[in-house]
């Protein structure tokens, strides 16, 4: 069984831009959510989506968002990158409340 | 706020030892305690989870105990190899929804 594929794996942007990544999950699971990895503040969990539906939110502000197509795939955008946005961007994918498995993330860098 | 603190940040130990890193947390609807293991360039990955009916799990070389009254919980790897040298990182989750809240993870070296 194929496991959570992220795209792209690293991304180099620059100030002021936008972004978009890509998460697909693990066949049959109808939950992804996101997290925010960085050396100063660890893992951070963004928001979380279900049946196309956000069932959770962290505390990032409104620059970060997300959507859930019908196949189960997520995207999340971030809008007027900042410099402190550089991180790495991990997607998890889950049957509803079994266990969350994470692909290797995308590795977001602003300039 | 730091709901999940985890100790230590590092550690070292020879091959052939037991490792522990330990957690605790502070809200009470916690219902569900995972560990999970992440190399370099990787994501993390589900090493092994407990729910707090039960005070230890044990899979292969990795165990967990459980004080639910202390509100902790802790990660031991008994006869730790040079493979298992990684980053761990405890985690809680509440019973409804998805959000996991990650301690601020222990970066293990296992010295051959």
């Known amino acids: 069984k194929a496991g959570v594929t992220q795209t792209p794996r690293y991304l180099i942007k620059t100030r002021g831009q936008q972004v978009t990544l890509s998460c697909s999950p693990i066949?049959?699971?109808?939950?992804v959510s996101w997290y925010q990895q960085t050396p100063g503040q660890g893992l951070q969990f963004l928001f979380e989506?279900?049946?196309?539906?956000?069932?959770n939110k962290g505390n990032f502000p409104g620059r970060f968002s997300g959507r859930q197509f019908s196949n189960s795939r997520s995207e999340m955008n971030v809008s007027t990158l900042e410099l402190g946005d550089s991180a790495l961007y991990l997607c998890?994918?889950?049957?509803?409340?079994?266990?969350?498995?994470f692909g290797d993330g995308t590795r977001l860098s602003i300039l | 706020q730091q709901q999940v603190k985890q100790s230590p940040q590092s550690l070292i130990v020879q091959k052939g030892g037991i490792s522990i890193i330990n957690c605790a947390y502070e809200?009470?609807?916690?219902?569900?305690f995972p560990w999970y293991q992440q190399f370099p360039g990787k994501g993390p990955a589900l090493l092994i989870a407990?729910?707090?009916?039960?005070s230890e799990k044990k899979e292969g070389r990795f165990t967990i105990s459980f004080n639910k009254s202390a509100k902790q919980f802790s990660l031991h790897i008994m006869d730790s190899q040079p493979g298992d040298s990684a980053t761990y990182f405890c985690?809680?989750?509440?019973?409804?929804?998805?959000?996991?809240?990650f301690g601020g993870g222990t970066r293990v070296l296992v010295k051959p």
């Open positions: 998890a994918s889950s049957l509803s409340g079994g266990p969350q498995h």
């Open positions: 066949s049959g699971h109808r939950s």
């Open positions: 989506y279900f049946s196309e539906t956000q069932r």
């Open positions: 809200n009470t609807a916690f219902d569900y």
């Open positions: 407990i729910r707090p009916d039960v």
């Open positions: 985690a809680a989750q509440k019973a409804a929804g998805n959000k996991l809240t």
